[in-house]
């Protein structure tokens, strides 16, 4: 059974960085494709994407984070990051890592993934 968990998250002022990590068990990223992507759920509104990587390496950011996140991974260790620089008040959400087997088209929607982490919280203040 495949199970995420995210570390990495905390507090920062605007304009700081903070790095995201989620860990993969039960998968092999070495050996399977999979999908991979970061969302994200801002005080009293829905789940959000924030960005995705493919198997193959490339990528995807929703506009308000392009330039500022950037998405990797690193297969021997099954495990997803997200660099986040230049943060603003408006990122504070909680973040959770998601996961599905496969080369995904679409890698921002959110019912294209089927394997959750529980989440870590990240707040920046102004």
């Known amino acids: 059974q495949v199970r995420l968990a995210e570390s990495g998250g905390g507090s920062a002022q605007a304009g700081g960085s903070l790095r995201l990590s989620c860990a993969g068990f039960?998968?092999?990223?070495?050996?399977?494709?999979?999908?991979m992507a970061w969302f994200r759920q801002p005080p009293g509104e829905g789940r959000e994407p924030v960005a995705g990587?493919?198997?193959?390496?490339?990528?995807d950011y929703v506009d308000s984070v392009k330039g500022r996140f950037t998405i990797s991974k690193d297969n021997a260790k099954n495990t997803l990051y997200l660099q986040m620089n230049s943060l603003k008040p408006e990122d504070t959400a909680m973040y959770y890592c998601?996961?599905?087997?496969?080369?995904?088209?679409?890698?921002?929607?959110?019912?294209?993934?089927?394997?959750w982490g529980r989440g870590t919280q990240v707040t920046v203040s102004a």
């Open positions: 998601a996961a599905r087997e496969g080369q995904l088209g679409r890698l921002l929607r959110l019912a294209n993934y089927d394997t």
């Open positions: 039960g998968l092999t990223l070495t050996r399977t494709a999979y999908s």
């Open positions: 990587i493919r198997a193959d390496g490339t990528t």
